[in-house]
């Protein structure tokens, strides 16, 4: 099986809502568990990729990715006890227990944890996107299938949320690497506002979409992608960020 990725960090911290800071270090256990998961999963379940198909896999990537960091932050973060709660890890610093206290005899609810009122963080995956099929049939290329690295094929960066609100946003960018997923950049922001995403799309009657959407804007991926905390020591994965900040990174 392949070895655990090796990551390069620009130093900082991640800071959230406040005051409160996580270590990169927490983040980087959480990174070496979630992708030891797709790892173990692999050998036991090698299907479960294809069977996930690639709009769940990468909610898959994030949910795991949640989950390992909930565990890294020994009892500071926590995992929204509602499916559709917001933000996804709830921040449990000293307000955060106290809002808790009052609602957990209501932990099955959804009202107390959409939003949380002491916040969080949120986190969002994606693979990047790629040409149409027919672009690149052009170009005499097929489309990229489960388990195929697609870092040479990525056009552009997108985030997507249900609200233009989404913030203290943990946004990570995963691919395949020897066919397993696996994460491959780390960034946050807690400077997002309702400019960073594009105008919220609606489901049409019998279309594909089942819930209202928005796509994060290219001055917010630049945004959140100037504060890269952790990305792969791998120099595709480096460009890729350095092309979207119009920069190049300061790794250590």
């Given amino acids: 099986m392949p070895s655990p990725l090796i990551y390069r960090s620009t130093g900082n911290n991640l800071e959230m809502p406040r005051g409160s800071q996580l270590p990169i270090s927490v983040i980087e256990a959480a990174l070496e568990k979630t992708n030891a998961v797709f790892r173990d999963l692999t050998k036991v379940a090698p299907y479960v990729y ?8 990468s909610a898959f ?3 795991a990715f949640a989950r390992e960091l909930q565990d890294a932050s ?3 973060l926590m995992l929204n006890p509602h499916q559709d709660g917001y933000p996804d890890l709830l921040l449990l610093d000293e307000m955060g ?6 609602v957990k005899s209501r932990i099955h609810a959804k009202e107390p944890f959409s939003p949380f009122p002491t916040g969080g963080i949120e986190i969002k995956a994606t693979v990047g996107d790629v040409p149409s099929e027919k672009q690149l049939a ?21 985030w997507k949320a249900h609200h233009r609100e989404t913030n203290n946003l943990l ?7 020897d066919s397993i997923p696996a994460i491959m950049v780390v960034s946050y922001s807690a400077n997002l506002d309702e400019a960073d995403w594009g105008k919220i799309v609606q489901p049409k009657e019998g279309g594909g979409r089942t819930t209202s959407v928005s796509i994060m804007s290219k001055g917010g991926v630049a945004k959140l992608l100037n504060n890269a ?10 460009s890729l960020v350095e092309k979207h900040i119009g920069a190049k990174l300061n790794l250590r």
Avoid at 138 to 158: C, E, N
Avoid at 230 to 238: E, M, P
């Fill in 50 to 57: 294809e069977l996930l198909g690639m709009r769940n896999l």
């Fill in 61 to 63: 990537v994030g949910a």
């Fill in 74 to 76: 020994k009892g500071l």
């Fill in 97 to 102: 227990k106290k809002e808790f206290d009052k």
């Fill in 138 to 158: 052009a170009k005499g290329l097929g489309k990229p299938q489960i388990g195929d690295t697609r870092v040479h094929l990525i056009t552009g960066i997108s």
């Fill in 171 to 177: 946004a990570i960018i995963w691919d395949f690497k």
């Fill in 229 to 238: 905390l952790l990305v792969v020591d791998d120099s595709r994965y480096i």
